[in-house]
T-cell receptor, first 115, second 116 residues
Framework: AQKVTQAQTEISVVEKEDVTLDCVYE???????LFWYKQPPSGELVFLIR??????QNEISGRYSWNFQKSTSSFNFTITASQVVDSAVYFC????????????FGKGTRLSVIA | DTGVSQDPRHKITKRGQNVTFRCDPI?????LYWYRQTLGQGPEFLTY????????KSRLLSDRFSAERPKGSFSTLEIQRTEQGDSAMYLC??????????????FGPGTRLTVL
């Protein structure tokens, strides 16, 4: 069975601080994709990053970076130098197989960035 | 606008009434997904289509829920005899889908349903 756990319900940081959002997943498939989505107050889900199970290389994209560790089934997401506009709910999601399958989402982490 | 569109954006109905939501995917996207999101939760998968074929419907919440995509383009999600527990945001997503490399799901703005 697939499962995504985001243990952090809410996080508050002061602007310019770095913040890491945690995600732990469960799957029996050896092939899968992991995602982070952002949901601002407007409500629309915005795709941020994607990683497949065969690529554990961690990368940085602008202010975003992620740490994928298969050994601990974790896919953590870091925002560097947070900004007020980063305030949103962030969801981690899993898709088994080729990835063209329905997403399983975590419950989300609400991030508040205070000026 | 070439994104996924949903109509209506908001729907208020009385318990027991039927409601229907529409989703227009991105042009040429052959895969279409429906999710439901309740307050404080992540989106929960309901059903999806490859063109007009419904690939999975066992996750629909009850037999009051049905979806179709008759011509492989837009899709409708119907809830019959609505209950207060049906109050949620209903999200639609589309992708190029099929086998092979992953194709990203693009989400629409959602339809917020309130059942009084």
């Amino acid at each position: 069975a697939q499962k995504v756990t985001q243990a952090q319900t809410e996080i508050s940081v002061v602007e310019k601080e770095d913040v890491t959002l945690d995600c732990v997943y469960e799957t029996r498939d050896t092939t899968y994709y992991l995602f982070w989505y952002k949901q601002p107050p407007s409500g629309e889900l915005v795709f941020l990053i994607r990683r497949n199970s065969f690529d554990e290389q961690n990368e940085i994209s602008g202010r975003y970076s992620w740490n994928f560790q298969k050994s601990t089934s974790s896919f953590n997401f870091t925002i560097t130098a947070s900004q007020v506009v980063d305030s949103a709910v962030y969801f981690c999601a899993l898709s088994e197989g080729s990835g063209n399958t329905p997403l399983v989402f975590g419950k989300g982490t609400r991030l508040s960035v205070i000026a | 606008d070439t994104g996924v569109s949903q109509d209506p954006r908001h729907k208020i109905t009385k318990r027991g009434q039927n409601v229907t939501f529409r989703c227009d995917p991105i042009s040429e996207h052959n895969r279409l997904y429906w999710y439901r999101q309740t307050l404080g939760q992540g989106p929960e998968f309901l059903t999806y289509f490859q063109n007009e074929a419904q690939l999975e419907k066992s996750r629909l919440l009850s037999d009051r829920f049905s979806a179709e995509r008759p011509k492989g383009s837009f899709s409708t999600l119907e809830i019959q005899r609505t209950e207060q527990g049906d109050s949620a945001m209903y999200l639609c997503a589309s992708s190029l889908g099929g086998e092979g490399p992953y194709n990203e799901q693009f989400f629409g703005p959602g339809t917020r349903l309130t059942v009084l």
